[in-house]
């Protein structure tokens, strides 16, 4: 288990919220930089533009407090030399290539059950979001990742595999602020993955999801 350091608890107060998630997304891409593919280098490790518009729409909807906790994971990470993203990419095996998982998962960390049981609640819970996402967004949703585990393949990942493999590389300390996130979101009546989008399209210059959703309906 992470302790908190001192650090940590200051966190908030030595940096802004943009500045927490600049860290944030530079720290993933040195990692993901550092991650080796079976097939040698994947083209988008090379797309900077993509990564950083992905990975800051959605820590932009995250609470001061998780952003707090994760970028004490990252540094931590950094500063043992783990990589998260290569494990996060590892854990997904287990569903998208069951063989080569089983050959290797011996010397992945072990999974403590209630970070397991958390990751695997919270990712339930977002795929029945990304579903609601599509009855009203259709066009946009058919440009996202299969939704359910049950639609992996070695070829295609699905959203709930892959926030699944992302959450057990987290702490898990940031996994259990996570479901505190998504408990109060759902108790408000909002849609994670709704607002992360949002903040993707707007970034592509749209002005709203249902602009964005007009354009691709005409394409």
């Not at 600049?22 to 280098?41: A, D, H, L, S």
């Not at 990304?130 to 992996?152: C, I, K, W």
């Not at 702490?171 to 109060?184: A, C, D, P």
């Not at 909002?190 to 309906?217: C, D, F, H, Q």
């Amino acid at each position: 288990m992470r302790e908190q350091t001192a650090s940590e608890q200051a966190l908030g107060e030595q940096i802004t919220r943009e500045q927490m998630i600049e860290e944030i997304v530079g720290r993933e891409w040195e990692f993901f930089q550092n991650t080796k593919n079976e097939g040698g280098r994947a083209g988008c490790q090379d797309d900077w533009e993509t990564f950083s518009i992905m990975r800051e729409s959605q820590f932009q909807a995250w609470p001061d407090n998780l952003l707090e906790s994760y970028l004490a994971d990252l540094r931590e990470d950094a500063a043992i030399g783990f990589n998260p993203v290569e494990q996060k990419y590892a854990r997904m095996m287990e569903t998208t290539d069951p063989e080569k998982y089983e050959a290797f998962q011996d010397q992945l960390p072990a999974v403590p059950e209630r970070k397991r049981r958390l990751a695997d609640a919270i990712a339930a819970i977002q795929a029945g979001w990304m579903e609601s996402f599509a009855e009203n967004y259709p066009h946009l949703a058919g440009r996202a990742r299969p939704v359910h585990t049950s639609q992996d393949s070695e070829e295609e990942i699905s959203s709930q595999t892959y926030l699944r493999g992302e959450l057990l590389s987290y702490s898990e300390e940031t996994v259990v602020l996570y479901g505190e996130f998504i408990k109060e979101l759902a108790l408000q009546g909002k849609n994670l993955n709704e607002m992360i989008i949002e903040n993707t399209v707007r970034r592509y210059g749209y002005a709203s999801l249902e602009e964005a959703e007009k354009k691709l309906s005409c394409l």
